[in-house]
Nanobody, 115 residues
Framework: QVQLVESEGGLVQPGGSLRLSCAAS????????MAWYRQAPGKEREWVAT???????NYANSVKGRFIISRDNAKNTMYLQMNSLKPEDTAVYYC?????????WGQGTQVTVSS
C-alpha cells in the first residue's frame, strides 16, 4: 500500500522560509520520480517541482530560484525547501508520485504566507 505523508506546514511571514517533507512507504522510493504540487484557494492544483531518481530537478517558473526540491533515498523522504516566501505561495502543498498507471497523493499540508 502506497502512502505519502507530508510534514506539517505553517504560517510564515513574507520573506521567510519553511521546509516541507514527504515520507513515502509502500514503494521502491529510490527509483521513483517524486513531485510537489500546490493548490491555492479557488485555483486548480499546479505543479511546483520534480526530483527524478537520479536527483535531477525541475521547477515551475513561479518558484525557480526560491524553492529547492531534494530527496534522501536512505530515508524514503523528499523535501521542499521554500525560501523568500510570498503571499502568493499560500496553498495546500501535496507530494506526488506515480506507480505504473496510478498517481498517488499525500494528504496535503497548509502553507500560509502572511504578515
Amino acid at each position: 500500500q502506497v502512502q505519502l505523508v507530508e510534514s506539517e506546514g505553517g504560517l510564515v511571514q513574507p520573506g521567510g522560509s519553511l521546509r516541507l517533507s514527504c515520507a513515502a512507504s509502500g514503494i521502491i522510493f529510490s527509483i521513483k520520480t517524486m513531485a510537489w504540487y500546490r493548490q491555492a484557494p479557488g485555483k486548480e492544483r499546479e505543479w511546483v517541482a520534480t526530483v527524478a531518481r537520479d536527483g535531477s530537478t525541475n521547477y515551475a517558473n513561479s518558484v525557480k530560484g526560491r524553492f529547492i526540491i531534494s530527496r534522501d533515498n536512505a530515508k524514503n523522504t523528499m523535501y521542499l525547501q521554500m525560501n523568500s516566501l510570498k503571499p502568493e505561495d499560500t496553498a495546500v502543498y501535496y507530494c506526488n508520485t506515480k506507480v505504473v498507471f496510478t498517481i498517488y497523493w499525500g494528504q496535503g499540508t497548509q502553507v500560509t504566507v502572511s504578515s
